[in-house]
């Protein structure tokens, strides 16, 4: 039996922007109270000397993610927002090119049809983006939302 093993792979090193995202997140727990003054001290000594990833991650490891900044909730918002935007043209591509390819074969124009889904469904993404939010409402949220109490924007 071949017991050659592959050797492991080297620990990917750790980013300044890695150990101020570690520190971020320590300093969040120390104002929850999630951490005492000392343990907190403790963690960014180790925190600023971590060479690898790994070792960012064991400080963190039994502290929960925080939450989203409203600006970084407004900006995930938008995003999405402007994705459903890129399917309604996707869409829009497609409906027209069926009716161009109708129109091909009878040999005329006729009624430019995709304007009514196309209409109700730009309709929607603008009442999404304009209807008031109420971020304590759990049926007004995405299931991938946490319930952190801060106000965000929809979309």
Do not use: N
Not at 9 to 18: E, F, K, N, Q, V
Not at 114 to 121: K, Q, S
């Amino acid at each position: 039996m071949d017991d050659r093993r592959e050797p492991p792979l080297p620990a990917l090193r750790a980013s300044d922007h890695d150990r101020d995202r570690t520190l971020g997140v320590l300093a969040a727990a120390l104002a929850e109270g999630r951490l005492d003054p000392h343990e907190h001290e403790i963690r960014i000594e180790h925190a600023l000397r971590a060479r690898t990833a790994e070792d960012l991650a064991a400080l963190t490891a039994d502290l929960p993610t925080p939450a989203p900044t409203r600006a970084e909730q407004d900006r995930k918002d938008l995003t999405d927002w402007l994705a459903e935007w890129r399917y309604w043209l996707g869409g829009a591509v497609i409906m027209s090119g069926i009716w161009a390819t109708r129109c091909a074969q009878k040999g005329e124009l006729t009624y430019y049809w995709p304007v009514t889904p196309l209409g109700v469904w730009a309709a929607v993404l603008i009442a999404i983006a304009i209807w008031p939010h109420d971020p304590d409402d759990p049926d007004d949220r995405d299931e991938d939302d946490e319930d952190d109490g801060s106000p965000t924007a929809r979309r």
